[in-house]
């Protein structure tokens, strides 16, 4: 049950570190970019996604939870 629930914090502790300052600040009508370079290249690449609204995170995080809930309490140990 911890694991669950330690799976399930950081899940939405790693989403809300993927969005800068910047991006949070910015009004949500268009879509949000962000420039990376790649492991192993020196090109960047511009990689853009539709901004998501506080809404559409608490769904998200609802969404996880249910499927978190459905899972299997007690895996069979192989043996």
Do not use: Y
Not at 14 to 23: F, H
Not at 43 to 66: G, H, K, L, Y
């Amino acid at each position: 049950m911890k694991c669950i629930h330690a799976i399930t914090i950081s899940l939405f502790l790693l989403g809300g570190c993927a969005v800068s300052q910047e991006q949070q600040n910015a009004d949500n009508k268009g879509p949000v970019c962000t420039r990376e370079i790649r492991v192993g290249s020196n090109i960047p690449v511009v990689n853009c996604a539709a901004s998501t609204t506080e809404q559409d995170r608490q769904r998200m995080v609802d969404d996880v939870n249910s499927s978190m809930s459905n899972m299997p309490r007690n895996l069979p140990s192989g043996k």
